[in-house]
Structure formats: C-alpha cells, structure tokens
C-alpha cells in the first residue's frame, strides 16, 4: 500500500470510529481529486505532498468538524499550488467548500514589506474570516499544526521563522480558541527550535524525575479517591504535568528553579454538576492545606474562551505544592477542544446557529475596533493585547464581573461598562476608596466609576495615552471624531507643525493645496481637513504625516535644481558606494569584512566580477594593497547609504542558562532588528556561542545594538566577525 493511501486509510478509520453522519462519497472524491493534482509534488521529507493534506483532514476530523471541513482540508491547498481555479471546486464540491478552500488560500497569499505587516496581516485576515466561518481559521490552525510536527525536514531559518510565527500567532489564537491540546502541542514544538537548550534541559529535568513523580502522582490519586468515595460522589480522576512550554515560560519570566514551580503538578476531578464540583472543593481543602492566594473561580467567573474551571494549589505532607481543578462534563469538553466541541458533541451546529454566534461576539468587538487605527505598529500592538494578554477580573459595586486585558486601568473599565460611562467619568474608586485614573487593576478589585450629569463634559486627549485596552482608546476617539471636529483640526494642524519642525523642515516651506490633498487621498482622507481631523482625535500619524511633506518639499527642491557635471565621474551603486574614476560597473560588498557605512572602504578591480568593496582593514584588502596595488581603488560611503540596510554578524559568547537565547532574541525583536540567521551551539565549557547575521544601517546602528545586549549578564562577549 502506497503511503498516500495508508494515510487515508487511517482517516477513514478515524471517521468510523465516530457517531456522526459523515458524505464518505464527497470525502473520497476530494481526496482522490487532491491526489491527482498533486501528483509529482513533495514535501522536502520526501514523501509525496497529498499526505500533508490528509493529515490535515485527520486532524479536523479528531476535532469532531462537519464533512464540508474535512473535504476542504484535503482541497485546502489545490488553488493555491495547483491549476485549479475556484470556480471549478465550487462546481465539483459546492459553495460552502470552495468558501472555506477560499478562505485558507487568502490567509497563505500574502504578500509582506517587515515582519510587523506580516503578523498584522495575518491576524487582521484570520478575525475577518473568523467572523465569517470559525471553521477557516481551524483547518489553517490544523495545516499548521502538521507543518510544526514535520519541521526537522526544514532548513534551519525556516524552522525559526515558523516556529517564532507559531509562538506569537498561532498557540495564542489556538488558546483564545479554547483549543488547549492544539496550544500545548504548538507552544512545545515551537520551542524545540527556538531554544532547543532550554527545551532539552527541562525535558532532561522531566525524564530523570519520572520514578519520584510517579510515586508522588499514585499517593496523591489514592488519598483524593479514598476521601471522595467515602460521599459517593461520581466523578473521574485525572493527572498531568505541566507541558514544557508551560514551565520554561515561568522558569525564564519568573526566574523561578524548578522546586519552586506551584503547579508543576496538576489534578483533574470531573464530576456530574456545579454543585458537586464546589461540594468536592470542601472536601480537597479538608484533605490538604491550601495555599492562600492560589485559588480562581473560572465557573463563576469565565474567561473570554469560554474555559470554566475552578482551580486551587494546595500542599500535602509531603510539602510538594500541587493544583486541582475541578469541572464538570460539559466544562471539560469545552476546556479540551474549545470552539471545536460545539461540533463535537452537539448536533446541528452550523456558522448560523445563534448560541454559536454569540460565542465570538469577541471577533466582531475587535473587527469594529480596527477601524479607527492607523499604522501597521498600532494595529499589531492593540490585537495582541486585546486577543492574547492575560485577563484580569474586576467588579462593579453590583457585582457583575467585568473581564480585561491584565494591566488595564480604570479608564478602561469604564469603557468596558459603556460608552457613556467612560466619556462623562470624572474620578474612580477601587475597593472603596479614590484612586488615580492611571490606577492599574488587580483580580478582584470592585470599581466604582464617578461621573458628571454635564452633558458637555468629554475624555481628556491624555487618556488616549493612559488607556490600555483598545476598545477604549477606540470610544476615546469616536467620541473627539464626532463632538470636536474643529478642535481636532486645529490640534492636528498643530501636531503635524511640530512634527515638520522635528524635521528640520521649515514652516515657511511652501506646500499647495493640491500637494496636501494627493498626501490626504493617498492616506485614504477625502479631503485635507479629515487628515486634520484624523490626527487630532488620534486616528492617524501626525509623524507619518510630516514625512511625506517634508519627502515632497525634497523631490520639489530636486527638480529645481540645475544639474551639475561632476569634475570628476563616480559610479553610484544602488549599495550606495562611490569607486573614484570608475562609471557604470557592478559593485558588491566583500563577505570577508561586511563593511559598513561608517568604516573606511576600498575598492578591489575583480576580474569579471566589477569593483568588490572592503573594509580597510579587512586582512585580504591589507594583502592585496601589497601585492597587487593596481587593483585597489579609492571608495566613499555615498550619502543615501543611510537610508539602506547592510549585512553585519556579530558573535556572541555568553553563559549557558535556560531562556538566555530567547532573551537575545527578544532583545534583537524589541530593537527592530531584521536577523536573517541564527546559529547557536554549545561550547563544552559551560558558555554557548551564537552567530547572529542581521541587517543594520551603519557601524553606529550596530554598535548601539551590541551595546544593548552586552546589557544582558549572561553575555561574556560580543565582536563583530564575518558572515
């Protein structure tokens, strides 16, 4: 048996073993349909493409999805890599299978200038088609799941890229999901590579407990069942260990050892209903001390993916800290396949059912949300803290919960109650007692918001900079958008001014009418005054703004200026190099020495090869400028160089220690730092050395970047080397 067909042997296996109706006709069809056209391709493991797509389709088909989703997993990438078009697959598998084909395709074909736009991108089209099918969103969390189980076959960039994108996109979008055995899988796989140090060392630290852990693990089981049975109560048991993600996360962002971890150690009592589950918390305290502090109410209190759960830390006579969570059936099902348990064990469910629907209202808030955002940074940072933050659960003086984004401040809980709460608010107290606006939240306060009749009272420009969460910062500027147009245009006339003026461009400078309406129109406005709005209520850059007058002014000023005959001609690269007494030859920059705008360059006559640019002091230039002087030339740095990036590597040497990688390149992320390659490896002596090639402006942008991790104690040393 081929193994494309042993793969689909297995999924329809897996199908069999369920009681839900599936179109086994319309399934094989795709699958032979998706056999054929990818006939001849393969996945750099080897094996023939199509078996991506069926362990897709296996995949979605363990979540419990429709037949219409597996169809489209085993299709999901024929638009995309083959001849088919769309219109063929909705004639061969109907509309609601072309539909969701269409919607995985548009969330592969992007096209990306940074890294920012590409993350951007990729959740700004992922809530679209959330909102319209969650089940678009599932199959491409599912392709990529498969892709991070086969990623030793990558070269080792990629399997850094992806597993960076996995980690900051993917496990977070899987956890706000629900989808909690997909998160785990994602979080651990991605850090194999992404300090695959760490991973071993915590996986080492698992593999040489297990003896003990297994003892403990049996005791704890014995004491819990023994003390339950006594009440006959029904109920099922379960035990973990926490994943490897889970405590490398804490271990590195807490700089805990692992002795210190509360709940390395996790139990799971399952029971029959809500009042069993609070009834068994009595007993668990009963049979072991509780830590105060670590106890959380998730059944009274959801959190936004709908997990519900309650979760105490206690400690036995051991004295090993451990956590029980304690849920019903219908909780565990939820907590274990989120979004995807509606269509598991419900029957029905279709992207029009209304108590499915109002599940991911949290979609459309976030949609409606972007509107008012300008510029691929703030849209970035305002998604991930709305979608993968941690929550923090506060009450009114009423009592209702009100969830948000862990480090909101009591502005944004305003907003949170409503519109008009946050626009008339004029001081808060917390716990009873009055507090600054900025006052930043904790689990458990109770906000009371203090507010005027005044109907011309309105948000302060400042809170716009205070608020947290983006759906107040979105309310702020509706509010200025609507009740303030004048004060908007003035005050963005004024930002844009001092923006021009941090510039070096003068006022006096002159800009027409018509050149401010081509900056307003090319920025979407549909005239100037609503680009002065705009900047005034916040909902555009008054800097971006400012760049493209003073870029204007320039171009302006060029095409005025005569045009000068150098005495002298020097070709001008697109490297931004000028080689004296040579015109219109190829030039390229020796990977000896990667020189930098910043360093003194000389130029080498190659033979067919144009000029080859060094450092000066690079060894080779040193020896040639000896042996062959004829050859060496005279360079300069051209002054565009500056706005061009360049190829730098620098070693580092530093200490071995869990998360020491990922604090470099978190450093390097912070930094804006572009690093094309990423090469770390073990010593022998306790210090790891790691190369690192990244693109930098000049030798001063390189020496602020080394200087910044030298900041870092782990790191003994830091030079500059060759690629």
Not at 36 to 42: K, L, P, R, T
Not at 334 to 340: L, P, Q, S, V, Y
Not at 455 to 473: C, D, F, I, Q
Not at 589 to 613: E, H, Q, R
Request: aromatic fraction near 8%; charged fraction near 25%.
């Amino acid at each position: 048996m081929e193994i494309e067909e042993k793969a689909f042997a297995e999924l329809t296996k897996l199908l069999d073993t369920s009681d839900k109706f599936y179109n086994r006709e319309l399934i094989t069809k795709a699958y032979e349909f998706a056999r054929s056209q990818h006939a001849g391709q393969f996945r750099q493991s080897g094996e023939p493409y199509v078996c991506h797509p069926i362990e897709v389709a296996k995949i979605i088909a363990s979540l419990g999805f429709d037949s219409d989703s597996i169809v489209a997993s085993l299709l999901h990438d024929v638009v995309e890599d083959t001849d088919v078009t769309l219109s063929s697959l909705k004639a061969s598998f109907g509309d609601e299978v072309a539909s969701l084909v269409d919607g995985v395709t548009k969330l592969g074909k992007i096209a990306y200038s940074s890294k920012e736009e590409q993350q951007m991108e990729y959740m700004r089209k992922m809530f679209f088609a959330m909102a319209n099918d969650i089940r678009v969103i599932v199959i491409k969390l599912a392709d990529r799941l498969h892709n991070m189980r086969t990623l030793d076959a990558c070269d080792k960039d990629k399997q850094l890229r992806i597993s960076l994108e996995t980690l900051e996109i993917f496990a977070p979008l899987s956890h706000r999901l629900g989808m909690r055995q997909m998160k785990v899988e994602l979080e651990d796989t991605s850090l194999k590579y992404l300090d695959p140090v760490g991973y071993d060392m915590i996986k080492t630290y698992l593999e040489n407990t297990t003896d003990d852990k297994n003892r403990f693990i049996n005791s704890i089981c014995e004491q819990i069942k023994k003390r339950l049975d006594e009440y006959s109560l029904n109920f099922k048991l379960e035990h973990r260990i926490k994943h490897i993600f889970s405590i490398y996360k804490k271990v590195f962002t807490q700089n805990k050892s692992f002795e210190e971890l509360y709940d390395i150690y996790a139990f799971r009592i399952i029971c029959d209903s809500v009042n069993d589950c609070y009834y068994i918390l009595g007993l668990v305290h009963d049979l072991f001390n509780p830590i105060p502090g670590r106890f959380k109410d998730y059944i009274s209190t959801p959190k936004p993916n709908m997990y519900q759960s309650l979760h105490t830390t206690v400690i036995g006579k051991d004295g090993i800290p451990f956590e029980i969570q304690i849920r019903t059936w219908d909780m565990h099902r939820t907590a274990e396949f989120g979004i995807a348990a509606h269509w598991k064990y419900k029957d029905n469910v279709s992207k029009s059912n209304v108590e499915f629907d109002s599940k991911l209202t949290w979609v459309r808030n976030i949609l409606e949300t972007q509107e008012d955002i300008s510029g691929t940074e703030d849209l970035l940072k305002s998604l991930k803290v709305d979608l993968f933050s941690d929550e923090v659960f506060v009450f009114t003086p009423k009592g209702d919960v009100i969830n948000l984004p862990a480090d909101s401040i009591v502005i944004d809980f305003a907003y949170a109650i409503h519109s008009a709460v946050g626009n008339r608010m004029i001081g808060a107290k917390v716990n009873g007692k009055i507090v600054n606006l900025d006052y930043t939240l904790s689990n458990g306060d109770i906000v009371e918001i203090i507010t005027t009749s005044s109907p011309n009272h309105g948000p302060s420009r400042n809170w716009l900079k205070m608020v947290h969460t983006n759906e107040a910062r979105s309310k702020i500027r509706q509010w200025f958008k609507k009740e303030r147009r004048d004060e908007n245009i003035s005050e963005g006339v004024s930002a844009i001014e001092y923006e021009l003026k941090s510039l070096g461009v003068s006022l006096s400078d002159p800009v027409t009418d018509e050149q401010l309406l081509n900056i307003s129109e090319s920025m979407h406005f549909s005239d100037i005054d609503d680009m002065y709005a705009a900047v005034g209520y916040g909902g555009a850059s008054a800097q971006k703004i400012a760049v493209k007058v003073r870029d204007m002014l320039a171009r302006i000023r060029t095409a005025d200026e005569p045009k000068i005959t150098p005495l002298r001609k020097k070709r001008m690269s697109t490297g931004g190099v000028s080689v004296e007494g040579i015109d219109n030859c190829l030039i390229k920059f020796a990977k000896c020495c990667n020189p930098l705008p910043g360093d003194f360059i000389v130029g080498f006559i190659t033979k067919g090869y144009g000029v080859s640019i060094h450092n000066i002091n690079c060894p080779n230039a040193r020896r040639g400028l000896e042996t062959e002087p004829d050859r060496w030339l005279k360079a300069s740095w051209d002054s565009g160089s500056e706005k061009k990036y360049f190829t730098a590597t620098i070693l580092v040497e530093a200490r071995k220690a869990v998360g020491l990688m990922a604090k470099i390149t978190s450093a390097l992320a912070d930094m804006k730092v572009s690093v094309t390659n990423f090469n770390a490896h073990d010593n022998g002596d306790d210090t790891v050395s790691a190369s690192i090639t990244m693109d930098v402006k000049n030798v001063d942008h390189l020496n602020f970047i080394i200087a910044k991790l030298k900041k870092n104690k782990l790191v003994n040393n830091i030079e500059r080397t060759s690629t």
